[in-house]
């Protein structure tokens, strides 16, 4: 596999033709991260009312074994305030609380300096996944009926403690999703190939996501060996030719994640099937004005 970087392609290859385009599935990570703190359930509304095709999201695993979203292991400083309103002075593994006592945290007044346009919203807590669920399902907005749901297990093998194993991992995420009839409109993604087989085996019907940061030799062998329905690699290793290899294997590519126009067009050169993005709004209006939606 040859290492041509996804922003190099812009100068090589030639934009799709209106003949030769198709529909790119919007991806709004850890909700509308750009615009509000993330993996809330604003988040997730905004995201909704941008019209994405699928919400994506980090789970995390309580003491009391409840599926809950955020994408580190910890509450974290950076994101949340603490039961008292006041500062955290250190990471809170979610592992250790209670559902009881992770709803405490404050994790929407705190905004994200990397995000500029992002706005709080005070007393926001985390939520669980079946709340995502509820309110997708309660929220009568148009994308409601339709919009699907990439839910990450975050997963640390040199950190056993911070989550169940791969196997309960799995077997939680699993029972949620099946409990709201969910399964055709989920994907499981991961890093960790072993939560992915596992779901595969609990559910077949659930989709999963590969997870990559780098380039990997021979992906696509590793890809079906995993049985998975998705590649989702760091967008700054995809190439045209590798997405071509996944997609002769049967294999759909989303990379992750992607802000900027001139990213966004490279990777529809590129040919993917999916971005995933910051900005579910902003690319979604950019997929609009390319006649890609």
């Known amino acids: 596999m040859r290492k041509i970087i996804l922003l190099a392609l812009i ?10 385009a198709v529909k790119i599935a919007v991806h709004g990570h850890r909700g509308s991260r750009g615009t509000v703190p993330e993996n809330t359930i604003p988040a997730f509304e905004a995201a909704l009312l941008a019209e994405a095709d699928v919400l994506e999201m980090d789970m995390g695993v309580t003491k009391d074994n409840v599926i809950v979203i ?11 305030l603490g039961p008292d309103g006041n500062k955290l002075q250190k990471p809170v593994p979610i592992r250790s609380l209670t559902l009881a006592e992770l709803k405490k945290y404050d994790c929407g007044s705190l905004v994200n300096p990397k995000f ?20 997708v399902k309660a929220s009568g907005y148009e994308a409601a009926a339709k919009v699907e749901f990439n839910i990450e297990t975050k997963i640390f ?3 056993p403690e911070l989550t169940p194993s791969p196997t309960d991992f799995a077997r939680l995420v699993a029972d949620v999703v099946k409990k709201n009839g969910l399964e055709k409109r989920t994907i499981v993604q991961s890093f960790d190939v072993r939560t992915l087989k596992e779901i595969k085996r609990l559910a077949p019907a659930i989709r999963t996501s590969q997870l990559t940061y780098e380039e990997l030799v021979d992906i696509v062998p590793a890809l079906k060996s995993a049985k998975a329905d998705i590649w989702s690699p760091n967008y700054k290793w995809v190439t045209r030719e590798s997405i071509n290899e996944a997609h002769a294997a049967g294999i759909q590519v989303a990379p992750w994640t992607i802000n900027t126009k001139k990213e966004w067009d490279a990777a529809i050169a590129a040919g993917v099937d999916a971005i995933i993005t910051d900005y579910p709004e902003a690319l979604v209006e950019y997929l609009k004005s390319k006649k890609l939606r």
């Not at 100068?11 to 209106?18: D, K, T, Y």
């Not at 346009?117 to 005070?122: A, D, F, G, S, Y």
């Open 116 to 135: 500029t346009r992002q706005l709080p919203v005070p007393g926001e807590r985390i939520p669980t996944l079946a709340e995502v669920f509820a309110m």
């Open 157 to 159: 093998p040199a950190e």
């Open 11 to 20: 100068s090589c290859v030639p934009a799709l033709s209106a003949q030769e």
């Open 70 to 80: 955020s994408h580190e292991p910890n509450i974290v400083p950076e994101r949340c």
